[in-house]
């Protein structure tokens, strides 16, 4: 059942606070969550809406059984309500109204009704201000949870009347500890960095991964460098690699982007702490390629690259293949131009 699922290491401290919080009766109406995508804000918010749904509230949370946690469960119950974008749309005012005057209304079952705000930075400004306004009126017994990547989004003054916990990414030790229990292996620390130690991203990658191993989805660092390898040796091997980077620009580009951050790092100390580094396991290769090219090359190359991503974002399929062949030759001439030093 949905509300009595465990919560993970990072996200069950700050529920246990809540949950606190409010036996203590001094739980605030309007709580904003806010992290990285993939941290589980949505699971942390689904939670703590079961529990102020539930009608027999346990010490450690909602109880599960009641009749309001099935209706949760089944996402049926007539007092929680979420508001999301639909396609990354602004959020209009007419959508807050109608949930506006759901709070406003008595609930049907037990004595709270909860709405949740998935998507609160792209709420239009008309629609965040008709928020502000229930906000700074809080019925006794609505209350308002509101998600967001980060607090910057938000308009200082809705921020300034919300509870804000932030969610932290969880640390090596615990990330590792937490994916161990999940059954899956990490090869090297540089898989964590990849994804920025973002939990649920780095599952269902090594999930993946594990599951595939006969071969059929590699490591795609070890596939970058690999393209980068021969491409740098074998001239028609350029468009192999472009057509590689073009079946997932976002991810393979930033694989790329890595690999150029990593060399410029090196650069600047070859003796410097390096385990855990995205690319530790070719530290041989690129020491070679290292004594290939200039630091100011690296850098050039790094704003072109970021340039590169965002025209494609733009332009979205158009001519996609063309602009990453076009990055991959100036990759090409600047690693040649610099062969000699
Ligand atoms: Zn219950």
Redesign the pocket.
């Known amino acids: 059942m949905q509300?009595k699922e465990v919560l993970t290491p990072w996200l069950s401290p700050i529920f246990e606070k809540l949950l606190k919080t409010y036996q203590q009766g001094r739980l605030a109406h309007a709580l904003l969550f806010t992290g990285n995508e993939g941290l589980g804000k949505f699971k942390l918010a689904s939670q703590c809406a079961?529990y102020l749904l539930?009608?027999?509230?346990q010490y450690i949370g909602?109880?599960?059984?009641?009749h309001?946690?099935q209706l949760f469960s089944v996402g049926n119950h007539l007092d929680f309500h979420i508001l999301k974008s639909e396609n990354k749309k602004a959020i209009g005012i007419d959508e807050v109204r109608a949930v506006i005057n759901m709070l406003n209304e008595r609930p049907h079952l037990g004595d709270n009704k909860v709405v949740l705000i998935k998507d609160t930075s792209l709420l239009s400004k008309a629609a965040a201000n008709a928020l502000l306004k229930t906000l700074e009126e809080p019925q006794g017994n609505s209350y308002i949870i509101l998600l967001a990547d980060t607090h910057h989004q938000l308009m200082p003054t809705l921020l300034s009347r919300v509870l804000h916990q932030q969610i932290h990414t969880p640390d090596d030790q615990q990330l590792l500890h937490w994916l161990d229990e999940q059954n899956v292996q990490v090869s090297d620390l540089g898989v964590l960095r990849q994804f920025q130690n973002c939990p649920l991203s780095l599952l269902t990658y090594l999930q993946a991964l594990q599951a595939l191993q006969s071969g059929l989805l590699s490591d795609e660092r070890r596939d970058c460098v690999e393209g980068l390898f021969n491409m740098l040796g074998n001239p028609s091997s350029l468009f192999d690699f472009s057509a590689f980077i073009s079946k997932e620009p976002s991810m393979r580009l930033q694989l790329l982007f890595f690999i150029l951050h990593e060399l410029q790092k090196l650069k600047l100390n070859s003796k410097g702490c390096y385990e855990d580094a995205i690319y530790a396991f070719a530290r041989p290769q690129f020491d070679i390629w290292c004594t290939h090219i200039s630091a100011s090359s690296l850098r050039y190359l790094c704003r072109k690259l970021l340039k590169t991503r965002s025209l494609l974002r733009e332009q979205k399929a158009l001519k996609s293949e063309l602009l990453i062949s076009s990055l991959l030759i100036e990759i090409k001439n600047e690693f040649k131009g610099n062969r000699a030093c």
């Open positions: 509300n079961a539930c009608s027999n509230k909602a109880c599960g059984h009641c309001a946690c």
